[in-house]
Each structure stands twice: as structure tokens, then as C-alpha cells.
């Protein structure tokens, strides 16, 4: 009888094994959009509301209410990791998302904000201006300190306009730490996704906010995966 040379059947065997695999999605591929030392790709609503401090972008607490957004891209899809904490003031931490550089400027960008870690919210869609009720739903977790560093992950679907932060306070001295989810956006009769800066808000006056580590994803390999959890 006639037989095929074993390394034959071992490679027909690998090709069989290998056709019912699963494809592996693909690596995220993060991006640094903040160098650690400079403001360079940053654009802010007033001259010195931003510093570079201690290899963060430092929000001054004499600046006025505002924000500091990217300005070498604009996002409508993304996957966006950052480290942040509260030096001082008496306004949560905010960021904005899917909002609109216009003149006259928008209040808060026309975005929908986001309150690292610990998922407070406020939509500033015009038309809107509110803290957008069941739009946003908020996750039970601990409540962490905004004086001490924290790591969070929002993952936005710009097609189907929903937003999902997760995060999670840093222990001292490290790099990472497993995230939950504490906040989702979704809009389902005006949904909000769009392409836009990524924008750090100054709630206010008297506000000292520190993010460091500011790394993109974009387009995402897997919208529907956080990889900090």
C-alpha cells in the first residue's frame, strides 16, 4: 500500500489545525499623543492655562474655565489610555470627546464629557446642556481618590455613538493596574460620534489637573474589548 512521507501528513495535520483556529485580532497599536516634556500637538483656550509639569500636562489653577485639545488629529473611533490625579480644586476631573472647534467656541467643546475615575458625566451638545439622564449609565465600583494617580480607558464607537470609560486607581510606584467599567454614553435617537479632537477640560477656576501617559488607538482593532480590564 502506498504511504505519503510522514512529513507530508504532519504538514496536513498543521493545516488542518491552523484552518480551525480562530483569527487572533490584531494588537492594539497605541500611539503617545503627549511627549512628557512639551505642549507641542496641543492647542489651548488660553496662553499659559497649560503646563508641563513633572511629565504631565498640568492645568494652572489661576486659568480660567477651559480645556486643551490635540490638534494633529481628530478622532471619531478610539481607543484612549491615560493617567490622571487632582492636585487641587473643587470640580472632579474632566475630559471631552466627539466635540467641535468653532467660532465662536462651544460650551465645553459641544462635547460629551467624561469625569476620570470615577464616571460623572455632563452633556454639552447644544440642544442638550445637561447631565444627560439615562443617556449615561454608571457603573457601581469603589470610590477613588482624585488626589492619587488613577489609569483610565475610554473606548469610543464613533458609529454607533456609544463611549465606555473603565479605570482604576494606580498603587504607588506602578505602571498599571486592572481597570473596571464605571461609565457608558449612548445616544440612540441623536447619536453623538463624530470626528474630533481629544480635549482635557478646566472645569473651572481654581482647578490643578495633572494626565501623563496619553496613548491613542485609532482605528481600533477591537471596539467592543476594553484592554485595561
Known amino acids: ?17 491552523a484552518g480551525m483556529t480562530p483569527a487572533r485580532a490584531a494588537d492594539p497599536v ?6 512628557g516634556k512639551t505642549l507641542d500637538g496641543w492647542t489651548a483656550h488660553a496662553k499659559d492655562a497649560f503646563v508641563v509639569k513633572n511629565g504631565a500636562i498640568h ?20 481607543r484612549w489610555i491615560f493617567k490622571l490625579r487632582q492636585v487641587s480644586g473643587n470640580h472632579k476631573p474632566t475630559v471631552l470627546i466627539w466635540g467641535k472647534i468653532a467660532t465662536p467656541a462651544l460650551n465645553g467643546l459641544g462635547a460629551i464629557q467624561f469625569q476620570p475615575p470615577n464616571g460623572g458625566a455632563w452633556d454639552y451638545r447644544p440642544g442638550h446642556n445637561n447631565g444627560g439622564g439615562k443617556l449615561f449609565t454608571k457603573y457601581p465600583h469603589p470610590s477613588w481618590d482624585v488626589k492619587k494617580w488613577a ?13 465606555r470609560m473603565a479605570c482604576c486607581p494606580l498603587p504607588d510606584g506602578a505602571t498599571k493596574c486592572k481597570a473596571q467599567e464605571v461609565l457608558k454614553f449612548e445616544d440612540k435617537k441623536e447619536p453623538a ?17 495633572e494626565y501623563k501617559d496619553l496613548v491613542v488607538e485609532s482605528p481600533v482593532a477591537d471596539p467592543t474589548k476594553f484592554i485595561t480590564t
Open 1 to 17: 500500500m502506498f504511504r505519503r512521507p510522514l512529513w507530508i501528513a504532519a504538514a496536513f495535520v498543521l493545516a488542518l489545525v
Open 30 to 35: 497605541l500611539v503617545p499623543i503627549f511627549d
Open 59 to 78: 492645568s494652572q489653577k489661576n486659568a480660567s474655565r477651559g480645556w486643551i485639545y490635540y490638534n494633529k488629529q481628530q478622532y471619531k473611533s478610539f
Open 151 to 163: 489609569q483610565c480607558e475610554i473606548l469610543a464607537n464613533g458609529e454607533t455613538g456609544i463611549a
Open 193 to 209: 460620534g463624530r470626528e474630533a479632537p481629544l480635549a482635557i477640560q478646566i472645569h473651572n477656576k481654581g482647578i490643578e489637573d
